[in-house]
């Protein structure tokens, strides 16, 4: 069983290492933001999704904090989290750099998502089992 | 002379992006949300909740729990798109928190 363990940025987001890449293209080890409230799978920067030479296949919509909604466009990628390899649609964003994933990625991935703030704890974990008491695994 | 927009059976004009090869998000979603709406009632019926994957130049239709649960069905079938992807029943197939131009504009609530 694979736990894998996060970090926090410098304002206290929770951050994962993931490698993605086209369904047959080379990976990149990237950062990425874990945010709940995304359900999608990955979100790109554009200018990511460029060098990675991910197509462009799908358009959909997501909606907004604010009820606004949005048209995204959507390719098809591989991402790598530890020694598992799963695919799924990313949403490149123009305008923004960061890369963010989100609960579909979670679900996808079949991982528990573990966050203390005050322990500097960010944990991606198979099972609540494999949190060990009195400490992190 | 300019030519008339290709029409569907039903009557409904086509977007040229069935004949395009350039990937156009606006005109895709336009295509996309026409044939997503001559079908709409019946999906609503049938399948709330669960995601539909539109192939906007054949107009095939694929079905899924999940967003990739419709790529994958598509893929088996050789369909290539381009593709619109709705929740049925949802004004949005995604949700998020954050603007669409990042952290400059995260909402916080």
């Given at each position: ?50 060098e ?13 904090a ?16 530890g020694?598992e ?24 991935f ?28 | ?65 999940s ?43």
């Open positions: 069983m694979a736990t894998l363990h996060g970090s926090l940025d410098s304002s206290r987001s929770p951050l994962v290492t993931i490698a993605v890449s086209a369904p047959s293209g080379p990976s990149h080890f990237v950062d990425a933001l874990v945010d709940t409230g995304f359900t999608g799978f990955v979100q790109l920067p554009e200018r990511r999704a460029r990675l030479g991910l197509a462009l296949q799908a358009v959909s919509e997501a909606q907004y604010d009820g606004r909604t949005g048209t995204i466009p959507l390719a098809w990628a591989k991402v790598t989290l020694p390899v799963r695919e799924g649609f990313a949403h490149v964003q123009s305008g923004s750099d960061e890369v963010i994933v989100g609960v579909e990625l979670l679900r996808v079949q991982k528990i998502f573990v966050l203390s703030i005050t322990e500097s704890l960010v944990l991606l974990v198979d099972a609540l089992a494999d949190l060990q008491p009195g400490g992190a695994p | 002379m300019t030519a008339r927009p290709r029409k569907s059976k039903r009557g409904i004009p086509r977007a040229d992006i069935a004949k395009s090869t350039s990937f156009n998000p606006v005109e895709i979603a336009e295509a996309g949300r026409r044939i997503y709406d001559r079908q709409r009632a019946a999906f609503e019926r049938h399948h709330h909740g669960q995601y539909v994957l539109i192939d906007i130049r054949t107009e095939r239709v694929f079905i899924g729990e967003p990739e649960a419709a790529y994958h069905q598509a893929t088996a079938e050789q369909s290539e798109g381009p593709f619109y992807l709705v929740r049925v029943g949802q004004r949005a197939a995604f949700r998020s928190r954050r603007q669409p131009n990042g952290d400059a504009a995260r909402i916080a609530r």
